[in-house]
Every structure is written in structure tokens, then in C-alpha cells.
């Protein structure tokens, strides 16, 4: 028996009826009969035939959790699968201070090592060589180990069969492993489907969504209706149901628009009336969907709502009446947040398209004109938050919030404008912003340390609570919906998608049921955002840690206008952009106007008044 070089081995550790675990190790071992040690292109590798005698009482750094769909080839049966990897590291200083292999001893640095264990997860699942059969699975992950991933001085792997599964919604490859779609995305129907060349379903909540959509601008039937290849007679039936219960009304010209019945007081305006110096606002904020404004509005004290609707168009030639114009209607609402003014606009967007956020930076640039004192700019609703898979603390989820704040560089927003294939990967082309002052972010890195090992005292955890009190007689429901609705999930290429568990944290005496806040940039682009590999590759080289929807152009007019103070709050309603998870959306606008509040409470009383 001679003794060869640190190999990376597998041996079998235990099976039952229902699971296999096996160990995957570096050691230095001696051959015996009773191994498989391989040749060629897979030298150093090495497979134990006996069942391991594993004493080692060093528990597991972290572990990661995921779920597959298996499918027979000869019964077409579907069986879930749980997996889990359990990860060990070395700790190369003292291997290289001593010349011996500490084994269990892991990489001083948590963080290091929680990002080689999401590194080394992303690869395993990579869409480009998925690896979709049980020896092409652990051959990877020997690999990866042996040439890759130095630092990982064991894994263990479980593969637990769990109940018996449905039969996915499309038929699945026999012999392959497969993944089911299911109907993660069947909640996702957002305003730009058509954009996307996805069918829309006609209903009442649909017609609503798309009112709500467009609102300050009111929107006829002809258009709902040419717009999503609809029937207008069945859009003018679900409009009268919404009349008749209050949530939509008629205006002039034949358009709709959103019934407000959270507002103390609405004034119908053709220009805002002049205010007093005392009266002008310093903070505006900015929302694009119909509950970010609710939620914003319910943190607002002594409010009250101007809309200002432009809807006479031009004189046709022909002597006809003139046709209508909304696109630049504007809502604002006025009143206070602790010591100060604030004005709430919301945009009017149906979609993700150029013009429409045009339009937005158009409806920016009228809010900075008409309200010249303001000096601080908020910009607050949904994202979609980057996850995490073995980090807790690196780990954003579904009502969480991120704050606007640099990380790697100093930008607070970058928007893709195009990202180039080359032969070492994805480049993109950015547009990055920052403020010219930054006593916002300093304001929200001051308050994220103050409540650092005292959670449950979070301020915006109380003003959560009373939104949820102010809105409750809200036809929307605020509040946060099931965890077991939080599912997190990554695509591994041709549709097909993993199911993934949550990292958990260390500290057993968190909440995690608390919404946390995270600072990092926030990032938008449709073309990364459309696809999972580009996000994350996105995210990890600008540190960001929210998509959103496309507020560049809000951006700039902010800038153009000449404010040097802005900020964005995303409370996260999905793994996406903030617009394909609507039962989180109601929620997640919540946290961000909570949040808000708590930073607009830590801001010094304005003095230019």
C-alpha cells in the first residue's frame, strides 16, 4: 500500500429507504482494493467504496438547500428531490504557517467564506453544463473542488426524495433531470406583458391595474382596450362594476380614472394654488404605482391632495371637437413628516417602455418647477431584491428594504444601458449617479448602525405598524403576506429553474421575521434585468443589491434640476425589479415609506423656510 498526494475523495456515509449522504473531502490517503482512484484527465480524484466512520464533531461552516423534480424514464413518475450541500473550509494561513492540513478549520473571514460557498453553488447549477444526472452531479462537484474551490476542505451532499410531485405544467424530458417551472410566475402579470409579447387576460382586476397604472392621467376605454387587443364592450362591463363599487370614476371626454378614498381632502385644480413660505415643501417624493403612493401617503400627516388634469388638446381642421390630452396630469399631495413639508407626486407609467419613463422625467422636471424649495429627493417603492444563497447577512428577501448608498465605487444608482458578449464574459455599458451630496445616505448608514443589536427597536418597525392601521379600510391589503409565499428560486437555462432555501441566521435570537434594511446601490436595465445570469453577474461587479424598473430618467431631471440631495428606498416585492410578485407589492411599498420616514425624522429641521 502506498501512499499518494491530498486527493479529493468521496466516500459513502450513509442511505436509507429515501436519501443518500456521501463526503466529499481533501485528505491525504493510502491506497487500498477498496477504492477507485481515476486516471487521465480526472488524476486526483478518488472514489471510497467503504461506508465512512466520519467522527469528526467540527460541525458544518454553512449549508445550502435546494429542491429539483426527478422524472423516470420508464414510469414517467415526478419525485422532488431536496438536496443539501454542508460546506467545511480550511484555514490556509495556519496550513501555510504549519505545513499541515487543519481539517475542519475554516477561513477566518465569514463573509470570504459564505461567498466562495454562493460561488462555488452557482457554477455547480450553471445554465451553460447543468449537470442533470447523479454522477454527472457529483463528478462536478469534485471537480470544482479539485481545480476551483481550494478553499473547501469537505462538502457533504444529502439527496433526500420528498413526496411524490404533481405532473409539471409542460412535459419534461424522460431520463433528464427536471426542473419544474410550475407557476412560480403565474402571480407576475404586470403592467408591459404585452411589451414582453405575452398574452393579458381581460378581468375587473386587470382593467383596474392598468387605471391605477396611468393614474393621475385618466385613460379611455378605446385605449384599455386597442392597447391589450381587447373587446370594448367587455372593458366597458368591468368598468361599471369598479364605478358602481367606488374604486373607478368617469371624467370628461370618456376616460377613467382611480377613485382616491384614502385622501382627507382632493382639489381638482387647472394650476396649483400659490403657497406661503411656510407652506412650501423642501422634501418631494416620488412614487410610480398606485400602493406606493398609499403607503407613502399614510406616513403624512395633515394632508391634503391637489390634481391637476390638462386635458384640452389642439382644435381639429376639420372644425371637429378637440380631442383629449392627459399626459400631463399631476397629483400632488402636501403635509408633513415630523419637523417637515413634503410634497408626494406619483408617476403616471403604463409599462417599461422608453417613452413612458420620458414621460416620468417629464413629470419629475414639473414637480422641481413647481415646488422650487425643495432640496431632498426621495424616490420610494418596489424592487427586486439580489439573494443571497449561503450569506444571511449578505441575503436580501421578500420585505427587506435597500437604501440607495455606494459600496464598491460611489455611485447610489447605475443603470445598463447594453451589455456585449466577449470571450471572458458580459461587458456593460453603464450610466452610474451619485449625488452631489450625500447627507442622506449618511443619515441612513447612521441609522442602520444605531439599531444594529437591537432590531426588534427598528423606528420604521413602528411606523409600519401604524400604516397598517391607517390603511386597513384600503381595498388593497398591506399586510405582509405568508413566508411560505417567499420562495427563491434560480434559472438554470432553458426555462427550468431550482428551488432554493433561504441562508439562515447564525444568531438564533434574530427576528427573522422583521423586515431589515440593506445599503447598496440600486441597478435597472431591462436587458440584465430579463435575464437571471446577467442580473447576477450585474449585481456583483456594481455591488448592487435592488433592481429596479427604470428610473434613470427620473434621475437625470433630478439632477437637471439642480438638487444635490437624492435617495431611493426599494422595499422588495421579488427576486426581479419589484413588478412580477404582486400580493408583496402592497407590503414591500409599506417598508419603503417606513423607512423613509425613519430617515426623514433623523434629518435636521429645514431652515430655508
Same mark, same amino acid.
Given at each position: ?24 473531502? #481533501? ?23 467503504? @461506508? ?112 411524490? +410531485? ?91 380614472? #382611480? ?79 415630523? +419637523?417637515? #413639508? ?31 424649495? @425643495?432640496?431632498? @429627493? ?30 464598491? /465605487? ?87 429553474? &431550482? ?35 446577467? #442580473? ?18 427620473? &434621475? ?20 426581479? /425589479? ?32
Amino acid at each position: 500500500m502506498a501512499e499518494i498526494e491530498e486527493q479529493v475523495v468521496m466516500t459513502p456515509k450513509g442511505k436509507t429507504s429515501n436519501s443518500t449522504t456521501l463526503i466529499i473531502e #481533501r485528505k491525504k490517503i493510502t491506497k487500498t482494493n477498496q477504492m477507485h482512484v481515476a486516471g487521465g484527465e480526472h488524476t486526483g480524484i478518488v472514489i471510497n467504496k467503504e @461506508v465512512s466512520n466520519d467522527s469528526n464533531s467540527i460541525p458544518p461552516k454553512l449549508s445550502l438547500v435546494f429542491c429539483v423534480y426527478l422524472v423516470s424514464a420508464q414510469t414517467g413518475k415526478h419525485t422532488q428531490e431536496s438536496r443539501t450541500l454542508r460546506f467545511w473550509f480550511r484555514n490556509i494561513l495556519n496550513e501555510n504557517m504549519n505545513g499541515v492540513n487543519l481539517n475542519g478549520n475554516i477561513n477566518e473571514n465569514d463573509s470570504d467564506t459564505a461567498s466562495v460557498a454562493q460561488d462555488f453553488f452557482k457554477e455547480l447549477v450553471s445554465p451553460q453544463e447543468f449537470p442533470r444526472d447523479y454522477v454527472g452531479f457529483i463528478k462536478k462537484i469534485m471537480k470544482l473542488m479539485q481545480k476551483d474551490y481550494l478553499t473547501i476542505s469537505k462538502l457533504e451532499v444529502e439527496l433526500k426524495q420528498l413526496e411524490e +410531485a404533481s405532473v409539471p405544467n409542460r412535459p419534461p424530458k424522460p431520463g433528464y433531470l427536471h426542473i419544474q417551472l410550475s407557476t412560480v410566475l403565474s402571480s407576475s402579470v404586470s403592467a408591459d406583458e404585452n411589451s414582453l409579447g405575452n398574452v393579458v387576460l381581460l378581468s375587473k382586476e386587470k382593467v383596474l391595474e392598468l387605471i391605477e397604472s396611468a393614474y393621475p392621467n385618466p385613460i379611455t376605454i378605446q385605449d384599455i382596450s386597442k392597447d391589450n387587443n381587447w373587446d370594448e364592450e367587455e372593458v366597458s362591463h368591468h368598468l361599471a362594476e369598479l364605478q358602481s363599487k367606488g374604486l373607478v370614476k368617469a371624467m370628461d371626454h370618456g376616460a377613467f380614472t #382611480r377613485q382616491q378614498s384614502m385622501d382627507v381632502q382632493v382639489t381638482v385644480v387647472k394650476q396649483m394654488p400659490t403657497m406661503v413660505s411656510a407652506k412650501q415643501p423642501t422634501i418631494a417624493i416620488i412614487t410610480a404605482q398606485y400602493c406606493e403612493k398609499l403607503a407613502v401617503d399614510a406616513m403624512i400627516e395633515n394632508k391634503e391632495t391637489f390634481v391637476r388634469y390638462t386635458t384640452v388638446g389642439p382644435t381639429s381642421p376639420t372644425g371637429e371637437a378637440p380631442k383629449p390630452r392627459f399626459g400631463e396630469s399631476n397629483v400632488y399631495t402636501l403635509g408633513n413628516i415630523g +419637523a417637515h #413639508r413634503i410634497v408626494c407626486t406619483k408617476l403616471p407609467t403604463v409599462g417599461h417602455t422608453r417613452e413612458a419613463m420620458t414621460a416620468a422625467g417629464n413629470t419629475t422636471t414639473r414637480l422641481l418647477g413647481t415646488f422650487q424649495k @425643495v432640496d431632498y @429627493v426621495f424616490l420610494v417603492g418596489v424592487g427586486g431584491g439580489v439573494p443571497h444563497y449561503t450569506d444571511y447577512n449578505k441575503h436580501v428577501k421578500l420585505g427587506d428594504a435597500v437604501i440607495s448608498c455606494p459600496t464598491k /465605487d460611489k455611485y447610489i444608482y447605475v443603470y445598463c444601458d447594453a451589455a456585449k458578449q466577449t470571450e471572458k464574459g458580459y461587458e456593460f455599458e453603464i450610466k452610474p449617479y451619485k449625488p452631489a451630496n450625500s447627507n442622506l445616505q449618511k443619515i441612513a448608514s447612521d441609522l442602520k448602525s444605531s439599531i444594529q443589536n437591537a432590531e426588534n427597536e427598528a423606528p420604521w418597525l413602528k411606523y409600519i405598524q401604524n400604516g397598517l392601521n391607517i390603511l386597513s379600510q384600503s381595498e388593497q391589503d398591506f399586510k405582509k403576506p405568508s413566508a411560505e409565499t417567499d420562495k427563491l428560486y434560480m434559472s438554470i437555462g432553458e426555462r427550468d429553474i &431550482i428551488e432554493v432555501a433561504h441562508p439562515v441566521p447564525q444568531d438564533n435570537s434574530l427576528n427573522k421575521e422583521n423586515p431589515r434594511i440593506h445599503l447598496a446601490p440600486i441597478a435597472s436595465g431591462r436587458q440584465v434585468v430579463k435575464s437571471d445570469q446577467l #442580473r447576477q453577474q450585474f449585481a456583483a461587479q456594481y455591488g448592487a443589491l435592488a433592481f429596479d424598473s427604470e428610473f434613470d430618467t427620473v &434621475i437625470e431631471s433630478v439632477l437637471g434640476n439642480c438638487k444635490d440631495s437624492f435617495i431611493c428606498i426599494r422595499g422588495i416585492s421579488d427576486y426581479k /425589479d419589484g413588478t412580477r410578485r404582486k400580493e408583496w407589492q402592497p407590503y414591500g411599498s409599506l417598508v419603503a415609506a417606513s423607512v423613509m420616514k425613519a430617515i426623514i425624522c433623523g434629518m435636521e429641521p429645514p431652515t430655508n423656510v
